[in-house]
């Protein structure tokens, strides 16, 4: 079992930065691909960003491709997502994932393991 905890979400003005992580418990945690999703008020939970367990291969949703970055430190068990050149629209609570393989996946059902979700509120 893998336990995940995010931290690192708040307010911030379009334009900002913010930098999310997810720190999870186990030993195990080099065996998982992890994922970041989000869900807008109002809307269905969506991709945001994978990495393949080794921390190497990383994949985008388009709307945030450029602007967020994915990375993986398996000596500290934890994933972050550092977000740059915030939008209104990436208003949303996020969310880290988790799933043994080493394979990128981009959908919900794929990933095991999630976190409570930290809020991210980007002013305009």
């Known amino acids: 079992q893998v336990q995940l905890v995010e931290s690192g979400g708040g307010l911030v003005q379009a334009g900002g930065s913010l930098r999310l992580s997810c720190a999870a418990s186990?030993?195990?945690?080099?065996?998982?691909?992890m994922g970041w999703f989000r869900q807008a008020p109002g809307k269905e939970r969506e991709f945001v960003a994978a990495?393949?367990?080794?921390?190497?291969?990383?994949y985008y949703a388009d709307s945030v491709k450029g602007r967020f970055t994915i990375s993986k430190d398996n000596a500290k068990n934890t994933v972050y997502l550092q977000m740059n050149s915030l939008k209104p629209e990436d208003t949303a609570v996020y969310y880290c994932?988790?799933?043994?393989?080493?394979?990128?996946?981009?959908?919900?059902?794929?990933?095991?393991?999630w976190g409570q979700g930290t809020q991210v509120t980007v002013s305009s």
């Open positions: 990495i393949i367990r080794s921390g190497g291969n990383t």
């Open positions: 186990g030993r195990t945690f080099s065996s998982y691909s």
């Open positions: 994932a988790g799933r043994a393989g080493v394979l990128v996946r981009t959908t919900e059902d794929d990933y095991y393991y």
